[in-house]
């Protein structure tokens, strides 16, 4: 795998290329892009097939361990590794640690090796364990074992000694490596570790990129799994970017969360490249619908008249600013699609009150339709961030996005 920064924008926007990304295919990606979330290695509520009406899908899934772990044997005999078990063959598999989605129990990491919360509970995965799966899932990009369990509330003691056991995880990783033929293949992203410490957080960055691993996880601020904007935390975004100053221009950086779009825009101006679709997944799971604009085009038109921008904000109805719950008994009667201009297949076929029908009813085709849009509205947003790099406008769809959440929290 091979990374680039085609373009600065504002001093830290990396529009970026990846080339040669997959260890089988030449796949290029332009970021900053969202990797396509799964759980336990399937898009939820959709199958390969309803997966397909999704225009602008990425070209790898991301597919965190630990709700496959305890499976490596029988994708081992499968022998197709990953994408061949889970008939995602046509995409490049991204192997993380954990899921953005869930919340991790804290208190369960030690020194030689991390819990893994299963279907069956907890899983301890020491190096030997961790290789043998990744051998056996063969997957494109792998996030090395970390120590992520850390906080604003960890001591220096604790953020420490997240940071020196997993660079004793990178090790021996690197050290198989050199004689295991799939993992010569695989690009290797190493965990930045160490809380809210910035001494530690320094460490660990400078370490791991000493250690010549293809890309980047920063981890470890103790995202819960809930929609949240941790730029809301000075001290955090102080941290992170201390942390970003230790790292190379030409290695991809990746943060998996669950990311409203203010947070995806900030993290991209500190100069993450890489996110997930959980945020899609999540706002399915309540019922809502993503109704937000990206259409920063309009700004540029009329810069000074906010009138377009207001009139969508003021039809948000979520907490969060950016979707509408279709539970709401106000879209009984509601003909409309989801969102007025959207494309996707479900827009273009349903209505807001048969979804609404649907969601009211529990039948499990409200999931399948809900996602289908959602997912296809944010991967949208993400072309969009793209456009507006190359065109040097991001600070317009930032404006904008800014916007709508600040409406929605005015009402
Ligand atoms: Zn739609």
């Keep these: ?140 990009w792998i996030q090395c074992m970390g120590d992520a369990d850390t906080s604003k509330q960890s001591s220096k003691k604790r953020s420490r000694k997240a940071v020196d056991s997993s ?12 004689t295991s033929k799939i993992l010569q293949n695989a690009a290797i992203f190493g965990s930045v570790e160490g809380g809210f410490s910035v001494f530690d957080r320094n460490r660990s960055a400078r370490e791991t990129a000493a250690r010549g691993v293809d890309g980047f996880v920063i981890e470890g601020f103790q995202n819960d799994g809930k929609d949240f904007c941790q730029f809301e935390d000075e001290s955090f975004t102080d941290v992170l970017s201390s942390t970003l100053k230790h790292l190379p221009e030409d290695k991809p950086r990746l943060m998996n969360a669950v990311w409203r779009p203010d947070a995806i825009m ?56 950016y979707s509408i719950n279709l539970n709401d008994s106000r879209f009984r009667e509601d003909f409309s699609p989801i969102l007025e201009g959207c494309l996707c297949y479900t827009c273009k076929t349903y209505s807001r009150a048969y979804v609404n029908h649907l969601l009211n009813t529990t039948e499990l085709q409200a999931g399948v339709l809900l996602m289908i849009h959602n997912l296809q509205h944010y991967l949208g947003f993400f072309s969009a961030v793209r456009q507006a790099l190359r065109e040097e406008k991001f600070h317009l769809l930032e404006s904008l996005i800014n916007r709508q959440r600040a409406v929605s929290l005015e009402r």
């Design 167 to 178: 660079l004793i995880f990178l090790d021996e990783l690197l050290q198989k490596r050199k």
């Design 1 to 140: 795998m091979k990374f680039s920064v085609e373009k600065l924008v504002h001093g830290s926007c990396r529009l970026g290329l990846i080339r040669e990304a997959g260890k089988n295919k030449s796949v290029t990606i332009e970021t900053p892009f969202c990797l396509l979330y799964t759980r336990a290695g399937s898009v939820p509520n959709l199958s390969i097939d309803t997966l397909s009406y999704v225009q602008g899908l990425p070209p790898i899934a991301m597919m965190p361990l630990n709700l496959l772990a305890e499976h490596h044997e029988s994708v081992e005999e499968y022998q197709k590794g990953l994408a061949g078990f889970t008939a995602m063959k046509d995409f490049l598999v991204y192997c993380s640690l954990q899921d953005p989605s869930t919340p991790v129990p804290s208190g369960y990491n030690e020194k030689s090796n991390i819990a893994l919360w299963t279907r069956g509970g907890k899983t301890k995965v020491d190096p030997e364990l961790f290789i043998k799966v990744q051998e056996a899932f063969k997957a494109d």
């Design 266 to 321: 900030q993290a991209i101006r500190a100069g993450i490249d890489i996110f997930d679709t959980s945020y899609a997944f999540v706002t399915t799971g309540k019922g809502n619908a993503l109704v937000f604009s990206y259409d920063y085009e309009k700004l540029s038109v009329k810069p000074s008249d906010d009138g377009d921008l207001c009139l969508q904000a003021s039809s948000l109805t979520s907490e969060c600013g």
